[in-house]
């Protein structure tokens, strides 16, 4: 995460860094993509990234985990406890 940061927060190239040089092509641009944007948009991107990786770390332990939250969601949305989003 620091990494990440840091790349953002200095003017440096993308592949400088360790970290990036086993990314496939698709990352490598878009991560360079992303200096093109404001850095509070750059912080959103990097949290974004992280939590989605933090989520698939998180249930490639637990899959029984992700199929309770699943089943609760699906409970919930039955209840009419849910509302659309609009992504």
Known sequence: MELVFRWMEEEQ????????KSMV??????????REVPE?????????????IEWD???QSSP?????????????????KTKPMDF
Request: cysteine-free; aromatic content about 10%; proline content about 0%.
């Open 13 to 20: 190239e993308v592949y400088n860094f360790s970290i990036f």
């Open 25 to 34: 092509d698709e990352l490598k641009s878009a991560m360079s993509k992303t």
């Open 40 to 52: 509070k948009q750059q912080k959103l991107i990097a949290e974004l990234i992280l939590n989605e």
């Open 57 to 59: 770390h998180a249930f």
């Open 64 to 80: 029984e985990k992700l199929s309770m939250l699943a089943q609760e969601a699906l409970t919930d949305y039955k209840a009419g």
